[in-house]
């Protein structure tokens, strides 16, 4: 059974088919693409899932249950996590701090077995301090921890986007365009962390336009088009299909996409 599939998602703003049945499924341990022009209804495919918005109609499946209609909070601490696509750090707290609250609403007990059974809330306050240190080293954002994230380029505040999340501990970590304004050096260091990531296990799903490095690094493209599947392969099977090309890649591909 898939770790996460969708089957008939409708969601409309007025006249408008944002989500109409794009069935996606993903496995453990792939590593997915999410492509598609903009207005394709990627990121409304992540807030309907997520519980950020609701839905019309469909169903939502993850990690063997059904979550279509949860709470947010409640299908995070499931292990499903999402990064957004316009980064939400608190610019006049530390860096630090900004990790810390990702860890609020941690259920704490599947790496910390007995910490917060019963004993005090120092000690998982210490936990949730200890595991943001460790995420700032893993994105080498140490030496900037006490600044404020008023301080950080656009670069370092997705990378802080991410660890934040990374505190939730996702089974399925989805990214909204991680990549989106970010130099070229650090858009490959934020490949490799995914990678590296994927090879620990975590499973992704990734919004992304920058479909030449997206390629090189994922097992599969899923592409959407005015709230449908209109593809789903290996990446080279996607950049040769004729569909997608006339739908988005010829654009894309002559910098048409932002
Ligand atoms: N809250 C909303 N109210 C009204 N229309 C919306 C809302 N959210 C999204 N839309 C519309 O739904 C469509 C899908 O938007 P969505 O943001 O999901 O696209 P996207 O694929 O993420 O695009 P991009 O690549 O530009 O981020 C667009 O036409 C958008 O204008
Ligand atoms: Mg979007």
Do not use: C
């Not at 947010?72 to 860096?95: D, H, K, S």
């Not at 301080?151 to 986007?161: D, H, N, V």
């Amino acid at each position: 059974m898939a770790l996460f599939e969708t089957t008939g998602l409708r969601k409309s703003f007025g006249a408008l088919q944002a989500l109409d049945e794009p069935d996606v499924a993903v496995e453990s341990g792939e590593l997915v693409g999410l492509i598609g022009p903009n207005g394709a209804g990627k990121t409304t495919f992540f807030n309907t899932v997520t519980g950020i918005e609701d839905l019309d109609e469909g169903t939502v499946r993850f990690d063997g249950r059904e979550i279509t209609g949860l709470p947010p909070e409640e299908i995070a601490q499931r292990g499903l996590v999402r990064t957004f696509q316009q980064t939400r750090e608190l610019e006049t707290m530390t860096v630090l701090d900004n990790v810390r609250l990702g860890g609020r609403d941690r259920p704490g007990e599947r790496t910390l077995p007995g910490i917060v059974n019963g004993r005090r809330t120092r000690d998982r306050e210490a936990a949730v301090t200890e595991r943001a240190r460790e995420l700032i080293d893993f994105f080498d954002l140490d030496g900037m921890e006490d600044e404020y994230a008023s301080a950080l380029s656009g670069g370092q505040r997705k990378l802080l986007e991410i660890a934040r999340a990374l505190m939730l501990e996702p089974k399925l970590f989805m990214l909204d365009e991680p990549l989106a304004g970010v130099n070229p050096t650090l858009e490959r260091t934020i490949v490799d962390y995914v990678e590296r990531l994927n090879d620990d296990g975590m499973t992704f799903l990734v919004i992304e336009h920058n479909v030449e490095l997206l390629r090189e690094f994922v097992d599969r493209l899923v592409v959407m088009h005015q709230g449908r599947v209109l593809a789903d392969d290996d990446p080279e099977t996607i950049l040769q299909n004729d569909a997608v090309v006339d739908a988005y890649l010829g654009e894309t591909l002559t910098g048409g996409v932002d």
